[in-house]
């Protein structure tokens, strides 16, 4: 699989974890369910479906141990179900699951069954799955539901199962991030982690769905303005893009929000603005301060300067997030014929070469 380092660059000073992903915070998985068909469009068929589920899993049992974490939004035209209970609350008490706009609700539904199945005790509780989103209807036929509750389960059976894995994760235009576009050309799903002096470890997952190609900057060159071709052009205003920093490190929910704050950082290089219709929605979350249900946390957390080395490791993973997604993705062609053009990786390499020797 394509990655970064195909570009001949290297993001930021820290380095990066084994797998280069949120993998590598201990019991962290991420899966995803791809849902890619050709049929005619409703009512004789269900159209043309580029979309999908990708789940972040946390480990273990979210409502028994919930996780620290805060939120921050950049731009706010965007949904993530339960951001207001992360928020006020300072936990999170359900797996990350993300999809398409349409989406939201199949997916909810599903996250709710799949819970309550492993855990009855929410019945006496209840729980708001954390579900966010991004549009991917230039490319994806949104008349219909295209999601399954069995495509929500496979995407969290893919998470647990890829925890502990050493692997890198698929990314690029899987999942949720099917039907995605960032930049100008196909994004989707990017991930990048790094580590700190103090040992700890900081991974950066995106949905990328944003921002055009005049603005595509990678390692401080304008590549977007000089690779040929042409860009893909939604109609009217678009894009989103749904970041979730997690760390092993002990931060309470304050400093997750902070963390989830710097995603923004790392957008910015690449070429974001996030402009008047784009829903830029970030999570914070931290496992290091983790305990059961109605415990007290069992370490005081990290603070001020402290917190400085995990911010960079953010910003610098958030940026290298962007870029796994396009380099990861191949051209897609959608509904209506919609095309979007998979990044020239050789002529995005050969511009920043002539960069650095020019």
């Known amino acids: 699989?394509?990655?970064?380092?195909?570009?001949?660059?290297?993001?930021?000073?820290?380095?990066?974890?084994?797998t280069n992903s949120v993998?590598?915070?201990?019991?962290?998985?991420?899966?995803?369910?791809?849902?890619?068909?050709?049929?005619?469009?409703?009512?004789?068929?269900r159209g043309i479906a580029r979309t999908g589920v990708t789940v972040l899993d946390l480990g273990g049992d979210s409502w028994a141990a919930p996780v620290p974490a805060g939120g921050a939004v950049l731009n706010g035209a965007g949904e993530c179900t339960g951001f207001l209970t992360v928020r006020e609350w300072g936990l999170i008490e359900t797996p990350i699951f993300?999809?398409?706009?349409?989406?939201?609700?199949r997916v909810y539904d599903a996250a709710c069954r799949l819970l309550l199945a492993e855990q009855p005790?929410?019945?006496?509780?209840?729980?708001?799955?954390?579900v966010a989103e991004c549009d991917d209807s230039y490319l994806n036929d949104s008349r219909v539901m295209q999601v399954e509750d069995a495509d929500v389960a496979a995407a969290l059976a893919g998470a647990r199962a890829s925890a502990g894995s050493g692997k890198a994760p698929e990314q690029g235009s899987v999942g949720a991030g099917?039907?995605?576009?960032?930049?100008?050309?196909s994004g989707g799903i990017g991930t990048s982690s790094r580590v700190t002096g103090d040992g700890f470890t900081v991974g950066v997952l995106l949905m990328t769905n944003f921002g055009s190609r005049e603005r595509l900057t990678i390692d401080g060159v304008a590549v977007g303005r000089q690779v040929p071709g042409q860009d893909a052009r939604r109609p009217g205003p678009a894009g989103s893009c749904i970041g979730i920093a997690v760390t092993d490190a002990p931060?309470?929910?304050?400093?997750?929000?902070?963390?989830?704050?710097?995603?923004?950082?790392?957008l910015a290089r690449t070429g974001s603005t996030a402009h008047h219709?784009?829903?830029?929605?970030?999570?914070?979350?931290?496992t290091g301060l983790r305990a059961p249900r109605g415990q007290r946390a069992p370490a005081p957390p990290l603070a001020g300067r402290e917190l400085d080395d995990l911010f960079a490791g953010v910003v610098d993973a958030a940026e290298e997030a962007v870029l796994a997604s396009l380099v990861a993705s191949p051209t897609i062609v959608g509904r209506d014929g919609n095309t979007v053009p998979a990044l020239p990786v050789e002529d995005v390499r050969r511009l920043l070469a002539e960069r650095r020797h020019g």
């Open 277 to 286: 219709a784009s829903g830029e929605i970030f999570l914070g979350v931290a």
């Open 1 to 18: 699989m394509a990655g970064v380092t195909d570009l001949g660059v290297r993001i930021g000073l820290l380095p990066v974890g084994p």
């Open 23 to 45: 993998l590598d915070i201990p019991r962290v998985g991420l899966g995803h369910a791809t849902v890619v068909r050709d049929e005619p469009p409703p009512p004789a068929g």
């Open 251 to 266: 931060v309470d929910s304050a400093g997750c929000a902070r963390l989830a704050r710097r995603i923004g950082l790392g």
């Open 98 to 105: 993300l999809t398409s706009t349409m989406q939201v609700g």
């Open 178 to 185: 099917t039907g995605m576009m960032c930049l100008g050309f």
């Open 121 to 130: 005790a929410i019945a006496d509780d209840v729980i708001i799955p954390v």
